[in-house]
T-cell receptor
Framework: AQTVTQSQPEMSVQEAETVTLSCTYDTSESDYYLFWYKQPPSRQMILVIRQEAYKQQNATENRFSVNFQKAAKSFSLKISDSQLGDAAMYFCAYTGGGATNKLIFGTGTLLAVQP | DAGITQSPRHKVTETGTPVTLRCHQTENHRYMYWYRQDPGHGLRLIHYSYGVKDTDKGEVSDGYSVSRSKTEDFLLTLESATSSQTSVYFC???????????FGEGSRLTVL
């Protein structure tokens, strides 16, 4: 069965600095999708970034980028120039795609941003 | 805005009572999901639906049932609520071409 592991329950970063959140996963599939979701105190789940496994190029969305290492089954999220609004719970998620798109989530990393 | 609304947003109930949470979508998507979120567990899939009257179990389906009589509505029912079902429940829809799910705002359920 596929699993997603986030080994950092909490992280802290200074405003304007860079932070990296770690995620590893386990799967026997060769084609799949990986995601990072952000959950601020409002509780809303917000998609931050998506990576297709068949793409070697790391995805980037403004200040957010990933380091996707397929052989190592690693998918870390880098947040550059951290802002106070980045403070949230971050979830890594996996899906094998196909028809059902069932997402499997990690346990989350709570990110604090210090002014 | 994915057009998903959940109701109620907050509910407090007593052990043994039935509870139904409703998820409504406005965009006619085929796939809908119910997740629960608990500290230390992330989000876990309860049930999902792949069409009207077509549903299947997820990872933590015990104690829950679902129904989908219309494309736009996906109901989650706790027949007899227990304190272990105190949680935040999220409904989601799938955009199958891109893999990700889009979530409703969540429903916080407290079972006393």
């Amino acid at each position: 069965a596929q699993t997603v592991t986030q080994s950092q329950p909490e992280m802290s970063v200074q405003e304007a600095e860079t932070v990296t959140l770690s995620c590893t996963y386990d799967t026997s599939e060769s084609d799949y999708y990986l995601f990072w979701y952000k959950q601020p105190p409002s509780r809303q789940m917000i998609l931050v970034i998506r990576q297709e496994a068949y793409k070697q190029q790391n995805a980037t969305e403004n200040r957010f980028s990933v380091n996707f290492q397929k052989a190592a089954k690693s998918f870390s999220l880098k947040i550059s120039d951290s802002q106070l609004g980045d403070a949230a719970m971050y979830f890594c998620a996996y899906t094998g795609g196909g028809a059902t798109n069932k997402l499997i989530f990690g346990t989350g990393t709570l990110l604090a941003v210090q002014p | 805005d994915a057009g998903i609304t959940q109701s109620p947003r907050h509910k407090v109930t007593e052990t043994g009572t039935p509870v139904t949470l409703r998820c409504h979508q406005t965009e006619n998507h085929r796939y809908m999901y119910w997740y629960r979120q608990d500290p230390g567990h992330g989000l876990r899939l309860i049930h999902y639906s792949y069409g009207v009257k077509d549903t299947d179990k997820g990872e933590v389906s015990d104690g829950y049932s679902v129904s989908r009589s219309k494309t736009e509505d996906f109901l989650l029912t706790l027949e007899s609520a227990t304190s272990s079902q105190t949680s935040v429940y999220f409904c989601a829809i799938s955009y199958t071409n891109t893999g990700e799910l889009f979530f409703g705002e969540g429903s916080r359920l407290t079972v006393l």
